[in-house]
């Protein structure tokens, strides 16, 4: 069983930063790790993902905005997000999969960018 604990989230303006962490316990055997967003009323989508080695894939709608890094000694995966916009404003949910596939998802941290 793997825990996800997130935090960094906030309220901050129009072009601010702000940057997440999720810290993951219980097991050695995390995979890929990334991050997933939902804004009210709509389905949870994909912002970045990172394997093991450090390959990571974004969203259109954040590339060259958001940087996916992770620290495998800490087992913790960080989002840092520069020049948010307004529809930036989501809840942010940590994800990880296992080496056998188990997937677990953190309980999420909200994020507002006001305009």
């Known amino acids: 069983q793997v825990h996800l604990v997130e935090s960094g989230g906030g309220l901050v303006q129009a072009g601010g930063s702000l940057r997440l962490s999720c810290a993951a316990s219980?097991?050695?055997?995390?995979?890929?790790m990334g991050w997933y967003r939902q804004a009210p009323g709509k389905q949870r989508d994909l912002v970045a993902i990172i394997t093991p080695r450090g390959s990571a894939n974004y969203a259109d709608s954040v590339k060259d905005r958001f940087t996916i890094s992770r620290d495998d000694a800490k087992q913790t995966v960080y989002l840092q997000m520069n020049s948010l916009k307004p529809e930036d404003t989501a809840v942010y949910y940590c994800q990880t999969i296992t080496a056998i596939g188990t997937i677990y998802w953190g309980q999420g941290t909200q994020v507002t960018v006001s305009s």
């Open positions: 219980g097991s050695s055997s995390i995979n890929v």
